[in-house]
């Protein structure tokens, strides 16, 4: 351990990282067996990794049976394995994400100790731990915390590279750690797709703007790295567009456009600076110091004095600025900046502050987790909701013998086709048909003569259903109801909202 005169400092001690990984544990991997994943997205990439394994075809995501390319394989390879050792349930589908974002504590601390000491990586994983969006995606089921992990990763040893550059004799190394680079990179496009372009041309942004020096040292081994990347995640894109041709293409355009594109006509007066606003929402407890880590970086231009400052702005402002083009913006989408904007303001941090202060402030930080962790032991917090609980009770029903489903349709009474859909495929394994909107539609479907269950929100049980269904099974927001007849009376009312 490091001393300040006579005096230890935890956050560059062996001690000070195992107190900081061992609660980093904690805060993540606490309740991770609670019921009811919290979105339909979860359930979602649950079901894809579930019938992954159930197929045995580990190469095309399947959901409800048929291909879906929403996203690539490599995070469905992870939960496929989880539901393997630990069968089909919550903490099976969680485990994945959550030891993600664990290693990805461990490589902030690397990604900080690379940019500048041990200090400055001790408090960048400190930072990552305590920030609360951080620990909140960290027990979903998606894909933000796996891609920060591997695009951290690949910034890591694009920076060692960097420095092996600089040295005499470096050329094995340096190809060792673009070899790594472009292998982390092309893992990051098997969990984002697209969104591998940003760890993939950050660094040649980087080497535009660098040095002729650097240029003629880095570019040949950057583009050994490239080519790795292009081999680790292209066999897939090849494999499939070979196999599916015009609709994985299709299906590809449909996912990436649904999801990104279809909001470039409604980006608003302040659409381009979207992504601001959702970082003073979500960035805490960290946006004060990041804000005047910034402050100093420009006032005392650092940039001119420090190569990987440069390198980390980069690989913010670049992903920033591109994806500020689309009109989808949710904090989630720029998770993956977390770790390098932390690092610069933990750089800041240890430049800024005296060695005697940063002493105190690590020994105030090991007690803040102490105190936090203890207290989500003591009285569990749940940091995202469980709107779907309603379907793991649906599913015990089932597997009870209360509810028997077989050869029966299950409509929706008035809500989202997908929110429930997608639930209720996980959980029970039976596709939803579809919503009924109105009573019409649900006298049209009785007099079909069809066996139907039909789920209703059980603030929006109308007079018409009550006359004409029995209560085959209450769950905790919603009914599971089955016709008391087949020749119910046909009313055009349309249902309250």
């Known amino acids: 351990m490091k001393k300040t005169g006579n005096k230890f400092i935890l956050s560059e001690s062996s001690l000070g990282l195992i107190l900081l990984l061992f609660f980093a544990f904690i805060l993540i991997f606490n309740d991770l067996w609670l019921p009811g994943l919290p979105s339909y997205d979860d359930c979602a990439k649950a079901e894809r990794g579930w ?33 393997k050792i630990f069968g089909k349930t919550e903490f099976a589908a969680r485990f994945p994400g959550a030891l993600m974002a664990f290693f990805s504590v461990w490589a902030a601390f690397a990604l900080g100790r690379q940019a500048k000491n041990k200090n400055t990586g001790w408090w960048t994983a400190f930072f990552l731990t305590t920030s609360y969006m951080f620990l909140k995606l960290s027990r979903r089921v998606q894909t933000d915390i796996p891609f920060l992990l591997f695009t951290c990763l690949a910034l890591l040893y694009f920076i060692r590279a960097l420095k092996a550059a600089e040295e005499k004799d470096s050329s094995k190394n340096q190809y060792s750690y673009f070899i790594l680079w472009g292998l982390f990179t092309g893992i990051s496009g098997l969990i984002k797709s697209v969104f591998v372009i940003f760890p993939l041309f950050a660094p040649l942004l980087f080497l535009v703007f660098a040095g002729r020096g650097t240029r003629k040292k880095v570019f040949i081994p950057y583009l050994a790295g490239s080519a790795i990347a292009a ?34 006509s409604n980006l608003g007066r302040f659409g381009f ?86 002493r105190k402030l690590s020994i105030i930080a090991i007690f803040f987790l102490l105190i936090v962790s203890s207290y989500i032991l003591i009285r569990p917090v749940e940091l995202s909701g469980r709107p779907n609980y309603d379907y793991c009770l649906l599913r015990d029903a089932i597997n009870s013998g209360k509810l028997s489903p077989r050869d029966a349709e299950f409509h929706h009474y008035g809500e989202d086709y997908g929110i429930n859909q997608l639930p209720l495929l996980f959980y029970t394994g039976i596709n939803m048909k579809g919503v009924i909107y109105n009573e019409a539609e649900l006298g049209a479907l009785m007099l079909s003569g069809k066996k139907l269950f039909l789920v209703v929100r059980k603030d929006r049980v109308t007079e018409y259903i009550r006359a004409n269904f029995n209560t085959a099974a209450v769950l905790e927001k919603r009914l599971v109801m089955k016709p008391n007849n087949n020749k119910a009376p046909v009313t055009a009312g349309k249902m309250e909202n």
């Open 51 to 83: 019938e992954m394994l159930q197929s045995g075809d580990f190469v095309t995501p399947r959901l409800a049976g048929k291909e879906n390319f929403d996203h690539p394989p490599f995070y469905l390879w992870t939960i496929a394995l989880s539901f």
């Open 273 to 358: 600076t979207g992504y601001l606003y959702e970082f003073l929402r979500h960035f805490w407890l960290w946006l004060p110091l990041t804000l005047w880590a910034f402050y100093t970086i420009f006032r005392k231009r650092l940039l001119r004095k420090n190569t990987f400052l440069a390198v980390l702005l980069i690989h913010i402002l670049f992903p920033l600025i591109v994806l500020s083009i689309f009109g989808d913006k949710t904090i989630r989408y720029v998770m993956f900046l977390f770790p390098p904007l932390l690092t610069l303001t933990a750089f800041v941090v240890d430049r800024q502050i005296d060695r005697k202060t940063i």
């Open 231 to 264: 081999i680790a995640a292209g066999w897939w894109y090849l494999y499939e567009l070979i196999k599916l041709k015009g609709f994985f293409i299709s299906s590809f355009i449909d996912s990436f456009v649904g999801g990104h594109v279809s909001g470039m």
